[in-house]
């Protein structure tokens, strides 16, 4: 055999391999069209026109009879509904209106209603006032068991996390769904990822025994968010699709599903799409970020910088007070001119919830500033140790680099090759330069 031979020979091999390693590395498609395009087709929302329905029974009755202030109570809860499911924030408010002018008229004795109040300042991100109605309805006694719940929602939030543990044992019920809810995020928190998705499995259980509509969604939906952020996308999918098989709408879900499609697949047109059909019907900010993450991804700099004008278009056009603040910062710290606008938000957010999350965008935004060694005193003092949050890890990471701590580094970095999913195509590029 010639010599030229024997070589192509070896070349043609050396071919064949590479082509097999190669397909072997390409990423496993796990969602398919059929099983979710009906729900991003689907025009009508059951759920809103069932709402709108109610508010219009209770708002008759309510004007033939003023001083039934229940009737109050039962509006706002379905505008509330109105604004799950369309992410207007006009509804928010107008359920926090109602909910004032019903505690108003009770002279704030009623622990439920204070309660549903401060529930609407927290999805406001008002969590120090939500806190303040916790404590009276505390005070007034009624109800402690629903009270305990709300205490330590509004604790976590704060970052007040030795109070949310005392309350989370003053609601200790193994066979109870809302207190498995809150111990699966009580573990998530302590970096406990596995122990977190079987309580949520416990509590789906009780969902589906007592056959709730409302507890399987948040069951299903939750496993969604947490199997993937195990890396367990498979399950991640399926609990989505769950979710939609009960809550055709569920906007939580079809986002779930394009977070796949883009950070697992790599399926960028196919992320966009359902985006698209998304928000027609449930239109929030972020999704414009997430296309503008998306856009990155393509190198279409003229795409991604044209999403991110379109999300503060929408924040300048709505008030949502500071619902999108932590967005915000990360966003003005990329840019120099507005690293500083970055500064003054971090602080904000640290006054109204001083969590280890809040401390992280301060820390990120001196870094940003070229004030690398203030970056790392605010981060060991108020993160590290504190947060498991990859985002989090990413940036106390980078700013160990900056120092020069680069044997800190590297533990961090393998940690967060872990995490690349929830993370995004994006930064698991950036990780692997650390």
């Known amino acids: 055999m010639k010599p030229l031979t024997i070589l192509s020979i070896l070349f043609s091999t050396f071919i064949l391999i590479s082509c097999k390693k190669e397909s072997e590395q390409v990423t496993t498609n796990i969602t398919n069209q059929k099983d979710y395009n009906n729900f991003l087709e689907i025009k009508e929302n059951k759920s809103i026109d069932f709402a709108k329905a109610e508010i219009a029974f209770w708002q008759k009755k309510y004007d033939a009879a003023p001083n039934q202030i229940s009737f109050l109570n039962q509006i706002a809860t379905n505008y509330s509904i109105l604004f799950e499911q369309s992410a207007k924030i006009e509804y928010l408010y107008k359920t926090e209106e109602l909910l004032i002018k019903s505690n108003e008229a009770l002279k704030y004795s009623n622990t439920g209603a204070i309660r549903s109040l401060a529930r609407n300042y927290i999805t406001q991100h008002r969590f120090k006032e939500a806190l303040v109605l916790a404590n009276k309805a505390l005070a007034i006694g009624d109800g402690m068991f629903e009270t305990q719940k709300l205490l330590f929602d509004v604790q976590m939030e704060l970052g007040n996390y030795t109070e949310a543990d005392k309350a989370l044992t003053k609601i200790k019920n193994f066979k109870d769904f809302d207190y498995l809810l809150r111990l699966a995020k009580w573990n998530d928190h302590k970096g406990d990822l596995k122990s977190a998705i079987n309580l949520m499995e416990k509590a789906k259980e009780q969902a589906e025994f007592n056959n709730n509509k409302t507890l399987k969604v948040w069951s299903y939906s939750n496993l969604g968010d947490m199997n ?33 499609t883009f950070s697992h697949e790599k399926n960028t047109a196919e992320a966009k799409r359902i985006i698209d059909k998304i928000s027609v019907k449930h239109n929030s900010p972020d999704f414009y970020l997430f296309k503008s993450e998306i856009a990155k991804y393509e190198n279409n700099p003229i795409a991604k910088d044209q999403n991110v004008v379109a999300y503060f278009t929408m924040l300048s056009q709505n008030n949502y007070g500071a619902m999108y603040n932590k967005y915000n910062t990360i966003l003005y710290a990329e840019d120099k001119l507005t690293v500083n606008k970055a500064l003054e938000i971090s602080k904000i957010e640290i006054e109204n919830r001083p969590t280890p999350d809040s401390y992280d965008l301060l820390a990120w935004s001196y870094y940003n500033l070229g004030e690398i060694k203030k970056a790392l005193e605010i981060e060991q003092k108020y993160v590290v140790g504190k947060s498991f949050e990859p985002k989090l890890n990413y940036h106390l990471a980078t700013i160990y680099k900056a120092n020069n701590l680069l044997e800190k580094v590297k533990p961090i970095k393998e940690d967060l090759k872990s995490s690349s999913f929830e993370l995004g195509p994006n930064l698991s590029k950036v990780i692997e330069n650390l």
Do not use: M, Q
């Not at 399926?238 to 939609?244: A, C, D, I």
């Open 228 to 260: 993937g952020h195990a890396g367990n996308i498979k399950e991640s999918y399926n609990y989505y699709l769950k979710t939609l098989s009960i809550d055709p709408n569920n906007s939580y879900a079809l986002k779930g599903i394009a977070w796949i």
